[in-house]
């Protein structure tokens, strides 16, 4: 069974530049989510979709942004990248009812130069 | 708003010591709550979980209980190995929010 899958494992961009993330969920879970986490911190939650609409949002500005598609795989796009943004970006699938129960990726690592 | 606090690390420990990590929260309503462990490089893995009150969650040798008389969910093993290194992360899932909140997370060292 496999789990949940992340692509790129590594990525290095330029301050200004967009970047998209992909995550592919768990066989049979519904729902994504994605967080972000800064060297040495905890992860903080992006966003949720389910049904191919966002259904949370944290405290993220709109240059973050996603997208989920009919097969429940998802995008995370950053626009305008800042230095600040450097991080590992998680990605989580869960199903909908008992959404609490989330299984992670391995995550994408983002450096912003 | 929703918030988890855990102490702070680096803990070291030699191996086959008792292990304890602190975890406290801030929430409103009845979350539910977890802890999760990071190895060097990977995401996160799911470890243990409790869902309400007086819950004991328990896996691979780790324990935590729900206090909400504390609202704590203190991580525990009786004996560590070099194996359990890794950060440790406590976080807790409030159903209003459709979201986890994480702790800064714990770094453990065991030495042999």
């Known amino acids: 069974d496999a789990g949940v899958t992340q692509s790129p494992t590594h990525l290095i961009k330029t301050r200004g530049q967009q970047v998209t993330l992909r995550c592919s969920p768990k066989?049979?879970?519904?729902?994504v989510s994605w967080y972000q986490q800064a060297l040495g911190q905890g992860p903080q939650f992006i966003f949720q979709y389910y049904e191919e609409e966002e259904r949370q949002r944290g405290n993220f500005p709109d240059r973050f942004s996603g997208h989920q598609f009919p097969n429940y795989s998802s995008e995370l796009n950053v626009n305008a990248l800042l230095l600040g943004d450097s991080a590992l970006y998680l990605c989580?699938?869960?199903?909908?009812?008992?959404?609490?129960?989330?299984?992670f990726g391995p995550g994408t690592r983002l450096t912003v130069t | 708003g929703d918030s988890v606090t855990q102490m702070e690390g680096p803990v070291t420990l030699s191996e086959e010591a008792f292990l304890t990590i602190n975890c406290t929260y801030t929430a409103t309503g009845y979350p539910s709550l977890f802890w999760y462990v990071q190895y060097p490089g990977e995401g996160l893995q799911l470890l243990l979980k409790a869902t309400k009150a007086d819950d004991k969650g328990s896996n691979k040798g780790f324990e935590a209980t729900y206090r909400k008389e504390t609202t704590s969910f203190h991580l525990e093993k009786g004996s560590v190995q070099v194996s359990d290194s890794a950060v440790y992360f406590c976080a807790l899932y409030n159903n209003a929010g459709n979201m986890l909140t994480f702790g800064g997370g714990t770094r453990l060292m065991v030495k042999p």
């Open positions: 989580a699938s869960s199903l909908v009812r008992g959404s609490y129960e989330q299984y």
């Open positions: 066989s049979g879970h519904d729902t």
